[in-house]
Nanobody, 133 residues
Framework: EIQLAESGGGSVQAGGSLRLSCVASGFRYDDPYSNFCVGWFRQAPGSEREGVAGMDSDGATNYANSVKGRFTISRDNSKNAQYLQMDNLEPEDTAMYYC???????????????????????WGQGTQVTVSS
């Protein structure tokens, strides 16, 4: 059973930075973490969960327009970990952030990727990010 553990959320003023981490476990020896797509999604109160950033197993990345140039997704396959560096944070970035893994993904369409995670992947428990003005 795949499990994801996030950390790094918190409260910050507008313009500040945070780095989210997500460590995964439970992969089969013959189907390691490096074969999986990874992603970050967020959900604000009263809103649907939306894609923030995704990276496939070849390293291709995609970002929501609202975070391009401010957020950076990365992964360290040796640690079964993915990260989200968030710079120049805005109050609109306030949300619960969730990491996700899925074996196959349409990384260039984060909406489709969310559905793929729902159907075939795994979610972390979420970490809260609050940005004050």
């Amino acid at each position: 059973e795949i499990q994801l553990a996030e950390s790094g959320g918190g409260s910050v003023q507008a313009g500040g930075s945070l780095r989210l981490s997500c460590v995964a476990s439970g992969f089969r020896y013959d189907d390691p973490y490096s074969n999986f797509c990874v992603g970050w999604f967020r959900q604000a109160p009263g809103s649907e969960r939306e894609g923030v950033a995704g990276m496939d197993s070849d390293g291709a990345t995609n970002y929501a327009n609202s975070v391009k140039g401010r957020f950076t997704i990365s992964r360290d396959n040796s640690k079964n970990a993915q990260y989200l560096q968030m710079d120049n944070l805005e109050p609109e970035d306030t949300a619960m952030y969730y990491c996700a893994v899925v074996r196959h993904c349409a990384v260039m369409n984060l909406g489709v990727m969310k559905g793929q995670v729902n159907d075939f992947g795994d979610w972390g428990q979420g970490t809260q990010v609050t940005v004050s003005s």
